[in-house]
């Protein structure tokens, strides 16, 4: 969905510039991106309602600046991705929303493997524990990359760094997992 | 900022649930009221109205004065003109 075609972006473009001149041209992004957004911010906290509400101020938002947006090349859902993360940064600021992560076992299971360690219940646990201790940026990365299982060059693209950057990042982000769970066990 | 909860297996909401939830009209309406030109918005016209009701006035208060003078000089010439002659 987030990575599409030369003639996809195009398209896209041709709604822009169209909801630029008129907002009710801006109908077929708002279909088409809502669900992505939404999942986004609900990814980030629990109350759903709340994650309904701004989701809506994110398209308010992207409406009202559309005049402002600069087509770089990568998809628009990239530019919509910044304000959501804007959005639910103030909600967070504001204590309108709780920061939470939300993961499935199955990911507890993958991000073990990854810092090599055996899987036990006590062990998920204690990895659970270690993952609040982390900063912000980095369990951004983590819950990207292994949580919602994005690419790099999306990764990237929503936090306006270059691939290769968003790997080394993530990378990094992992071995502080590592050494912060070492320590606690 | 640190997360305060962490949530397994939480039950995610469906696609239809979320396509259920689209309102593009309400974001529609609440641009509308954002991004209305001044000339359609209530408030333009009561602050077009209250400025032409004091410029009026203005208006008004400076021709009444200039009036005023404009009398005051008549007569003080009258005044003048009819002194020479009794003298």
């Known amino acids: 969905m987030f990575h599409q075609t030369i003639q996809r972006l195009e398209e896209e473009l041709s709604w822009i510039l169209r909801a630029q001149k008129n907002p009710e041209s801006f109908g077929p992004l708002y279909k088409k991106y809502h669900e992505q957004i939404f999942r986004y911010i609900y990814q980030r906290m629990n109350d759903e309602e709340l994650a309904f509400d701004i989701t809506s101020q994110v398209f308010i938002k992207a409406m009202t600046n559309l005049h402002k947006y600069e087509y770089r090349g990568v998809p628009f859902a990239s530019w919509l991705y910044r304000i959501a993360k804007s959005e639910l940064y103030q909600s967070f600021r504001n204590k309108k929303a709780e920061r939470t992560v939300n993961l499935e076992s199955y990911h507890l299971t993958e991000i073990m493997e990854e810092i090599e360690e055996e899987e036990l219940e006590h062990q998920k646990n204690n990895l659970l524990l270690t993952l609040v201790r982390l900063n912000e940026k980095d369990l951004q990365l983590i819950e990207m990359r292994f949580f919602e299982k994005r690419s790099f060059k999306e990764i990237g693209e929503i936090l306006e760094i270059t691939e290769n950057n968003a790997k080394v990042k993530t990378f990094r982000a992992l071995e502080k997992l590592k050494h912060l769970y070492k320590n606690k066990s | ?87």
């Open chain 2, 1 to 87: 900022m640190k997360p305060k909860k962490i949530i397994l297996n939480r039950t995610e909401f469906s696609s239809n649930c979320i396509q259920n939830r689209q309102d593009f009209n309400s974001i529609l309406k609440q641009i509308e009221l954002i991004i209305k030109p001044p000339i359609k918005r209530p408030y333009f016209y009561g602050a077009v109205g209250f400025s032409s009701l004091a410029i009026a006035f203005f208006t008004l208060c400076l021709n009444t004065q200039l009036n005023e003078k404009k009398i005051i000089k008549k007569n003080a010439l009258k005044s003048e003109k009819i002194q020479p002659e009794a003298e």
